[in-house]
């Protein structure tokens, strides 16, 4: 386990996965991260790659050849190497190998940047391009949060704050959690997405067209808040377990296949292409206050 502190807060990351368990606001006392209930939903914050969302018979189609790739990708369960640690910033990588090539023929270097700025947590993914060719991906955040952040509040005291006001339309998901190509209109006031838990019954709400790119969890009951600012990314997913008292903020580059014929991934929708030589990189924030 890899802990990064400043005098705002305290993060754990651990080698699974690259994945942080732990965001704790030293000045309120709180843990903001979920902890990961196996009973519930066993994970924290997990780091999407190569994939985002689920395919279709779970593989990925290359050049008319199917390889095996688990919903999410294979990021989240792998060991990453801890390259580079200070006080206040950590460097995770995951390079190609002869197990990833039988599911991803790319080869490649998957790094995810973490560095603590002051009340805010910046996350950073980083590919490189090391094979011949162009390579193609997605990417994404999954950080899930507590709600409540206190003991003895409920979590329909809570509210998404989106930075602008927003006509909210989710793109629906099967069952099987890919598009089925209807949309459904999501009931905000102004800004303000109001947290009950039912909202997640049909799966994850999906925005593919967002004008916001900062969502933060607030209430009326006190001042303390929690924003997730994604700058360079155009889908969002908002998603909990139902009845579980957290919710997930997701920014991605990337979103699972639609019902039918699986795609290639070079016709993927929002599927990333990096070319021979060339790096990607895209943080998002998550930022404490009150």
Aim: aromatic residues 14%.
């Amino acid at each position: 386990m890899t802990f990064l502190e400043n005098e705002y807060l305290r993060v754990g990351i651990r080698l699974q996965g690259a994945e942080l368990t732990s965001v704790y606001n030293k000045a309120a006392g709180i843990e903001h991260l979920w902890q990961a209930d196996p009973k519930v939903w066993g994970w924290h914050a997990p780091n999407l790659f190569p994939v985002v969302g689920g395919l279709i018979n779970n593989q990925l189609m290359v050049n008319g050849q199917a390889y095996p790739m688990q919903r999410h990708g294979f990021a989240r369960p792998t060991e990453f190497r801890l390259a580079e640690a200070t006080k206040s910033h950590a460097v995770f990588s995951l390079q190609y190998s002869e197990k990833t090539l039988t599911a991803y023929p790319y080869k490649f270097n998957f790094q995810v940047l973490y560095d603590l700025i002051e009340n805010s947590l910046r996350v950073t993914y980083k590919v490189i391009n090391l094979d011949s060719k162009p390579i193609y991906f997605s990417v994404g955040g999954h950080p899930a949060f507590n709600v409540p952040f206190f003991s003895g509040e409920q979590y329909q005291d809570y509210y998404l704050e989106f930075e602008t006001a927003e006509q909210l339309i989710t793109h629906q998901l099967s069952q099987e959690g890919f598009f089925n190509g209807q949309t459904l209109p999501i009931k905000t006031e102004g800004n303000k997405l109001p947290l009950h838990h039912d909202l997640f019954a049909a799966d994850a709400l999906v925005f593919k067209n967002l004008k916001s790119r900062a969502v933060s969890i607030k209430t009326a009951k006190h001042e303390q808040w929690l924003t997730v600012e994604f700058p360079h990314y155009s889908y969002l997913g908002i998603w909990a377990k139902p009845g579980a008292d957290f919710v997930c903020v997701e920014p991605w580059l990337g979103c699972a296949d639609s019902v039918g014929e699986p795609k290639d991934i070079t016709e993927k929708e929002a599927i990333q292409r990096l070319e021979y030589g060339h790096v990607f990189e895209a943080p998002y924030f998550i930022t404490i206050g009150a």
